[in-house]
């Protein structure tokens, strides 16, 4: 077969797909309603930056409910990815996410009692850089404590508000910088540590990482698309293409979903499994 014949019979399977946010509508109603949201960045010809793709995944069954490619990362791009999770009657409990002010402010308006968890990782990482942790040991006892005494050990906010002020009598004193880091993290604490409220709540949003990184991969061999229409339609492939592939490397407590397929665990009771190219319909166990 010839590349460019290879190449057309390629984009008319993608074509042949269906669309991903439908699929949910259509067949998925399973969801756990914890959510982690991030954006992947990728490079589209006419546009002078790379341009985001906001997607979710849930938690406990790893689907990807939404995901849409807009051309900047704002309140309006949020808007609408939360109106999309709602005509799709997705009861969202909970988005993990990273310190984003257009998310937050989108979340608000659609959904206004969902709680936000913010990313131990992300915020524990943005502290270390501004302190230079990394190539200066001034702040490291000042950071381990507070990793230990604020974020790792307690379990309660009780615990918690203890822990501040043992970080900030063993080691901040009179420095504004940290005086500063502790003041920031009693402001955040209803969405540093929101996870106390939801069960099986993650603090972090490692999961939709790992997603990246895959994505990632795929990307680079791609450099770019030529269109904002030929990168939905791969994206949307890529997403299908998540949904309807086995897991096989989960391990502690997800290990349940080995051997299985994340639309398998979202799908509806007793709904028939959907027509995909290339897909075979899974041996369901409901």
């Known amino acids: 077969m010839s590349p460019a014949k290879a190449y057309r019979q390629v984009i008319n399977e993608m074509n042949s ?39 979710g995944i849930d938690y406990l069954t790893h689907d990807i409910p939404v995901g849409m490619l807009v051309p900047s990362e704002n309140e309006q791009a949020f808007l609408k990815y939360f109106k999309l999770l709602k005509i799709l009657n997705y009861s969202l409990q909970i988005v993990i996410c990273d310190d984003t002010s257009p998310l937050k402010s989108g979340l608000k308006h659609i959904y206004s009692k969902a709680r936000i968890q913010m990313c131990h990782t992300h915020y524990l990482e943005n502290i270390r850089q501004n302190l230079n942790i990394r190539t200066d040991e001034k702040y490291h006892h000042f950071f381990n ?9 307690p379990k ?15 080691h901040v004193k009179n420095n504004e910088i940290l005086q ?34 895959h994505l990632n991969g795929r990307l680079k061999t791609i450099k770019g698309f030529q269109s904002f229409h030929s990168a939905e339609r791969w994206l949307n492939a890529w997403m299908i293409r998540r949904r309807t592939k086995s897991f096989t490397d989960c391990n502690t407590k997800f290990k349940y979903l080995n051997r299985r397929t994340s639309l398998e ?22």
């Open 17 to 55: 797909l269906p669309e991903n946010t439908r699929l949910t509508y259509d067949y998925c109603n399973r969801f756990s309603g914890i959510l982690c949201v991030d954006g992947k960045y990728v490079k589209v010809k006419g546009y002078k930056k790379k341009i985001p793709f906001i997607y």
């Open 145 to 153: 404590s507070l990793i230990k005494h604020v974020f790792r050990d």
């Open 156 to 170: 309660n906010k009780k615990e918690r508000e203890k822990g501040l002020h043992h970080v900030y009598t063993k």
């Open 180 to 213: 500063y880091i502790l003041i920031d993290i009693a402001k955040k604490q209803h969405q540093l540590f929101a996870y106390e409220q939801v069960n099986h709540c993650p603090r972090t949003n490692n999961i939709i990482e790992s997603y990246n990184s």
């Open 265 to 286: 665990m979202s799908i509806k009771k007793q709904a028939k499994w959907p027509d995909i190219h290339g897909v075979q319909a899974p041996n369901m166990k409901r």
